[in-house]
């Protein structure tokens, strides 16, 4: 794809973001009705999900653009998972603050060493180190080969961190009861309404998590034409200090 | 030349030998490894001293921090040995399977680490006074050493590649041996009561230890390849 092509594709993802992102403040700020129980400050749960899911979303992306350049070592794909693992990392960070924001009110403590939180915590760090790796690296090549395999292997331990903690609930049932678990609280949350309310909180999550994934296409294209505008600097120097 | 599976084992094997010898003779892993493990345990021991019955609350919590952690030094050494004098470079140019290498290092490791655990299990029985000689407990250690390795000689490969060197070990393998810490410690706790668990009680926990060490070793063989060609 040449530069003014994907320049207008980004001006139109851009638009696009801003437009469902005023949709998406509307829908929950005055569509969705107020909770029984916490009142206004559940209304962060749409949010709180959306950035989660676009965590979980990027990794993933990261994770595919890991395989494709280990089987063709194209810059195309190291760019999109770096692109990915950078705005994951932001988006998880995201979904931690509004969690813990949320959390104060709910469960009377900004912290929990809950499965879900305890995961949470093991993918920020895997994903923190991506970074690291990459920075200690400065052969191009094989910086995009190092940093592919260890986003297969980042996404493999999420994986079983995700198994492992389930192992938490079994062993320690005191420890975590269902208000310990953010989403089946959230889901306990939903089910206490009468079935209209509870739709249109639904139908408010749903426009969330539309809104995050256009957000963050919208992004990764942005990072994409960064790194591209990045590279052709480093080009320019290049050829600069070669005269 | 087509690798057989005889001269996969003894390329490996072969492999192994030789960080063997070499810890034969200048004994720098082991040494390190247990001097570090030591004062860990003095230090937390210390740390612990107002609250004597916290310390053997969470004794086998330690014992796998310990080993996790002189564990990253373990694996830089063994890396080290072949960075030094491009044994490495020497490595790669034999004609032998890249796979062999990563489990001839994945063997000599894991012999390093197992020999560690003895030393430390018995440290722990005596300082902390668990049943930790129970053979389940040891077969829980074995099975989450190899997981443990086996990820390890896959980022230890990266990091001694990198600029950091071996700085960069611990920052990028001990998140991803949470997972690993998580079942193996509460599997092990299990068995420090006067009464043995039943199986069903730690069944699950070792069964995550085990698919943590195939997927591990699974990841290990398919990516070695490309963290070693130059």
Redesign the interface.
């Known amino acids: 794809m040449n530069s003014t092509k994907l320049d207008r594709r980004i001006t139109i993802l851009n638009w696009t973001a801003v437009a469902t992102m005023i949709i998406n403040l509307a829908v929950v700020f005055l569509y969705a009705p107020p909770e029984k129980l916490m009142g206004n400050v559940q209304r962060i749960f749409y949010f709180h999900v959306g950035a989660a899911w676009v965590g979980a979303v990027a990794f993933f992306v990261a994770l595919v653009a890991g395989i494709l350049y280990?089987r063709k070592p194209d810059r195309k794909y190291d760019t999109i998972a770096l692109a990915s693992v950078e705005i994951g990392l932001i988006f998880l960070s995201m979904a931690t603050v509004a969690g813990s924001v949320w959390g104060k009110p709910a469960w009377n403590t900004w912290w929990l060493w809950s499965p879900r939180l305890?995961m949470i915590t093991?993918a920020w760090?895997?994903y923190a180190?991506y970074f690291?790796?990459r920075g200690?690296?400065?052969d191009e090549e094989?910086r995009g080969?190092?940093a592919?395999?260890?986003v297969?292997?980042?996404f493999?331990?999420i994986i079983?961190?995700f198994?492992?903690?389930r192992?938490?609930r079994?062993?320690h049932p005191v420890l975590v009861g269902g208000m310990a678990d953010s989403a089946k609280g959230a889901e306990q949350g939903l089910q206490e309404f009468e079935d209209g309310l509870a739709t249109k909180m639904i139908i408010s999550l749903n426009i969330s998590v539309i809104n995050f994934s256009v957000l963050f296409t919208a992004w990764l294209f942005n990072r994409i034409r960064l790194q591209h505008l990045n590279e052709s600097v480093t080009a320019l120097k290049m050829r600069l200090s070669n005269r | 030349m087509k690798p057989t599976t005889s001269s996969f084992f003894s390329t490996a094997w072969t492999i192994a030998w030789k960080d063997l010898q070499i810890e034969k003779h200048t004994r720098q892993i082991m040494s390190v490894m247990v001097m570090f493990s030591l004062v860990t345990v003095v230090m937390f021991n210390f740390a612990l001293e107002t609250n004597l019955d916290a310390a053997r609350n969470v004794a086998t919590g330690l014992l796998w921090a310990t080993i996790l952690l002189a564990g990253t030094l373990g694996l830089n050494r063994t890396m080290a040995v072949e960075r030094e004098n491009q044994a490495m470079d020497t490595l790669l140019m034999a004609p032998i399977n890249r796979n062999a290498i990563y489990a001839g290092k994945v063997l000599s490791t894991t012999i390093f680490t197992l020999a560690l655990e003895l030393i430390l299990v018995l440290l722990f029985i005596v300082f902390f006074n668990k049943p930790l000689w129970r053979p389940p407990v040891l077969l829980i250690l074995f099975l989450g050493t190899i997981g443990y390795v086996a990820a390890g000689v896959l980022i230890a490969s990266m990091s001694i590649q990198t600029r950091a060197r071996d700085v960069l070990l611990p920052v990028l393998l001990l998140p991803l041996s949470l997972p690993l810490v998580l079942p193996a410690a509460m599997a092990t706790a299990a068995y420090m009561f006067p009464q043995q668990p039943l199986f069903a009680e730690v069944q699950t926990p070792i069964m995550l230890i085990m698919l943590y060490d195939a997927l591990m070793l699974t990841a290990g063989f398919t990516t070695y390849h490309y963290i070693v060609e130059s």
């Open positions: 280990l305890t093991v760090l895997t180190a690291m790796l200690a690296i400065e094989k080969r190092f592919a395999v260890y297969i292997v980042a493999l331990t079983l961190t198994l492992s903690v192992l938490m079994d062993i």
